[in-house]
T-cell receptor, first 111, second 117 residues
């Protein structure tokens, strides 16, 4: 079974709006990672947040982690059409021993 | 759902030997597969994009002669680490893209842990 489950599966917003994607997982983790994938391309790492961290920022990206709820969220502020992509969360349970991706959220940012 | 397998799951080899890792899409055909590596406590880093019937596209900084990729069929891609050295020890994970009308969906293999002594 999958460890990470993104929600929603698909999201369409207007340019300039904020996009929020959520990820839930089932077991304890060492870290959680968010990736982006453009159509036909490989994953690009966005942010890694460790289990003892609650929030991280990178440019227009903000990631939160709530280990008590076993969930994380990725917020993209002031979205752009170029943000259109699929976004995946991945949980690293044992530093590579059990690394599991969720099915992803497909984000469409309309101009 | 779609399943991607990798073999072997773990391999330990001596320095200087070559190691082949297989990535298979078990119930779908994948024209595109991706290879990643992960160092301890780090994120996955894309190494290359493997396209069936053509040469792989390598990311900047990845030596194509060191990491040979072959995508001979729509269900199998192989990564061969040639003349492996201890610094090649890492976790290697592949993914396979399943096309759909709304775009590709990636399915990930369970990964292969390579330890080079």
């Amino acid at each position: 079974s999958q460890q990470g489950e993104e929600d929603p599966q698909a999201l369409s917003i207007q340019e300039g709006e904020n996009a929020t994607m959520n990820c839930s997982y089932k077991t304890s983790i060492n870290n959680l990672q968010w990736y982006r994938q453009n159509s036909g391309r490989g994953l690009v790492h966005l942010i890694l947040i460790r289990s003892n961290e609650r929030e991280k920022h990178s440019g227009r990206l903000r990631v939160t982690l709530d280990t008590s709820k076993k969930s994380s969220s990725l917020l993209i502020t002031a979205s752009r059409a170029a943000d259109t992509a699929s976004y995946f969360c991945a949980t690293d349970v044992d530093y590579g021993q059990n690394f599991v991706f969720g099915p992803g959220t497909r984000l469409s940012v309309l101009p | 759902g779609a399943v991607v397998s990798q073999h072997p799951s773990r391999v330990i080899c001596k320095s200087g030997t070559s190691v082949k890792i297989e990535c298979r899409s078990l119930d779908f055909q994948a024209t595109t597969m991706f290879w990643y590596r992960q160092f301890p406590k780090q994120s996955l880093m894309l190494m290359a994009t493997s396209n069936e019937g053509s040469k792989a596209t390598y990311e900047q900084g990845v030596e194509k002669d060191k990491f040979l990729i072959n995508h001979a069929s729509l269900t199998l891609s192989t990564l061969t680490v040639t003349s492996a050295h201890p610094e090649d020890s890492s976790f290697y994970i592949c993914s396979a893209a399943l096309p759909s009308v709304v775009g590709d969906t990636q399915y990930f293999g369970p990964g292969t842990r390579l330890t080079v002594l």
